[in-house]
């Protein structure tokens, strides 16, 4: 079993920045692949940005340059750090994990946080 519970968030103005994190437990260790989803309201779940076991970041086209994803290998806590916020960044923020990076990739990760909300206003 794996736990991921994820912290920060909240609400900002348009052009802000916030921090989410994610702290992990139980049978994950540094190697999984963990990344940030986010779904707004009545759109779909879409990935955000990923971190494989060999620590390279990707991020989706939407969140490059403003939003950077880190991770803690000796906590097994992900970051995500984001600038430049826009309203269109509102949604909720989850954090996943899966020791397939596929498999994360395709939104399909076997773990799953409960995840935080991050509001912008214009």
């Known amino acids: 079993q794996v736990q991921l519970v994820e912290s920060g968030g909240g609400s900002v103005q348009a052009g802000g920045s916030l921090n989410v994190s994610c702290a992990a437990s139980g049978t994950i260790n540094r190697y999984y692949s963990m990344g940030w989803f986010r779904q707004a309201p009545g759109k779909g779940r879409e990935i955000v940005a990923r971190?494989?076991?060999?620590?390279?970041?990707e991020y989706a086209d939407s969140v490059k340059g403003r939003f950077t994803i880190s991770k803690d290998n000796v906590k097994i806590t992900l970051y995500l750090e984001m600038n430049s916020l826009k309203p269109e960044d509102t949604a909720i923020y989850y954090c996943?994990?899966?020791?397939?990076?596929?498999?994360?990739?395709?939104?399909?990760?076997?773990?799953w946080g409960r995840g935080t909300q991050v509001t912008v206003s214009s």
């Open positions: 971190i494989n076991g060999n620590g390279r970041p």
């Open positions: 996943a994990a899966d020791e397939n990076s596929a498999q994360l990739a395709h939104g399909l990760a076997q773990w």
